[in-house]
């Protein structure tokens, strides 16, 4: 079975900077996706960012510049760096993976974490 804990966020003033982590756990060879979404209150989940196995990135526009994501291929681990914080930034942040080869399974659903808040005042 594979979870995924995540860890980092916490109240920050708008401007600054939060590092979140990631890490998968059990039988895991390779990740396909990595990536992170987050929920505002009263809003949808949406995509922050994510990266494919082979190093690709796709950002939401609204973190483009500010947000940094990178993984561990060896650790099965992912990492969003966010710099220049803003208030709209403030949610609920959730890894994502997508596409978990084990040494006896392909498992092509989608696994959560159960969640790290961020809030940013402003």
């Known amino acids: 079975q594979v979870q995924l804990v995540e860890s980092g966020g916490g109240l920050v003033q708008a401007g600054e900077s939060l590092r979140l982590s990631c890490a998968a756990t059990?039988?895991?060879?390779?990740?396909?996706?990595m990536g992170w979404y987050r929920q505002a209150p009263g809003r949808e989940r949406e995509l922050v960012a994510a990266?494919?196995?082979?190093?690709?990135?796709n950002y939401a526009d609204s973190v483009k510049g500010r947000f940094t994501i990178s993984r561990d291929y060896t650790k099965n681990t992912v990492a969003l760096q966010m710099d220049s914080l803003k208030s709209e930034d403030t949610a609920v942040y959730y890894c994502?993976?997508?596409?978990?080869?084990?040494?006896?399974?392909?498992?092509?659903?989608?696994?959560w974490g159960p969640g790290t808040q961020v809030t940013v005042s402003s």
């Open positions: 994502n993976s997508v596409g978990v080869w084990t040494p006896t399974e392909f498992y092509a659903m989608a696994y």
């Open positions: 059990g039988s895991i060879v390779k990740i396909n996706l």
């Open positions: 990266m494919s196995r082979g190093g690709s990135t």
